[in-house]
């Protein structure tokens, strides 16, 4: 495969590999770094990824690995996980106020999960990956990945009732 075709292969979800990367490992330059580290085994692997079913699953493997073993040599201090790509050009500042406020309880509450619940609802509810794609990214059966985050999105639901309730977590 030459440099065009790899790049043609990469390009479309280069941006996942990045938001990965840097939902695991909070800082953009490590980010940056692990998004850059990843492409170059890609490219190292470049004869043998036509034997993979799914590059892009291989790709965010290789991504979740890197930011986790990076994560262990400390490097990194800590897992937060952020997802603001949410814009509601036409709402009122009220209403920005109170989903900005919901969306920062509902990261507080993510951050307060064990890594791998993090790790999943990342691919699955933000990375909007599939069940089969997400099982060959953390090695886990369809059945394990989706108990896990209905029992996940549970314990957000019940975190913020208790919130919106009583004002407390």
């Given at each position: 495969?030459?440099?065009?075709?790899?790049?043609?292969?990469?390009?479309?979800?280069?941006?996942?590999?990045?938001?990965?990367?840097?939902?695991?490992?909070?800082?953009?330059?490590?980010?940056?770094?692990?998004?850059?580290?990843?492409?170059?085994?890609?490219?190292?692997?470049?004869?043998?990824?036509?034997?993979?079913?799914?590059?892009?699953?291989?790709?965010?493997?290789?991504?979740?690995?890197?930011?986790?073993?990076?994560?262990?040599?400390?490097?990194?201090?800590?897992?937060?996980?952020?997802?603001?790509?949410?814009?509601?050009?036409?709402?009122?500042?009220?209403?920005?106020?109170?989903?900005?406020?919901?969306?920062?309880?509902?990261?507080?509450?993510?951050?307060?999960?064990?890594?791998?619940?993090?790790?999943?609802?990342?691919?699955?509810?933000?990375?909007?990956?599939?069940?089969?794609?997400?099982?060959?990214?953390?090695?886990?059966?369809?059945?394990?990945?989706?108990?896990?985050?209905?029992?996940?999105?549970?314990?957000?639901?019940?975190?913020?009732?208790?919130?919106n309730n009583h004002g407390i977590i």
């Amino acid at each position: 495969m030459n440099q065009y075709d790899f790049v043609q292969i990469i390009n479309p979800f280069r941006d996942k590999l990045f938001r990965l990367a840097k939902r695991l490992l909070v800082s953009t330059e490590e980010a940056e770094d692990a998004t850059q580290e990843v492409l170059v085994k890609l490219w190292n692997k470049n004869n043998s990824l036509n034997k993979y079913n799914s590059i892009e699953a291989l790709a965010m493997k290789i991504t979740k690995n890197y930011c986790l073993d990076q994560l262990k040599s400390k490097r990194a201090s800590n897992l937060p996980i952020t997802h603001n790509n949410y814009k509601d050009q036409q709402s009122t500042a009220e209403q920005k106020t109170e989903v900005n406020d919901c969306l920062q309880w509902v990261e507080k509450i993510i951050n307060q999960l064990p890594e791998q619940q993090q790790i999943l609802i990342q691919l699955r509810d933000v990375e909007q990956y599939e069940y089969a794609e997400i099982a060959q990214i953390v090695k886990m059966t369809e059945s394990a990945i989706r108990t896990t985050l209905s029992r996940t999105r549970k314990t957000i639901r019940e975190k913020m009732q208790q919130k919106n309730n009583h004002g407390i977590i």
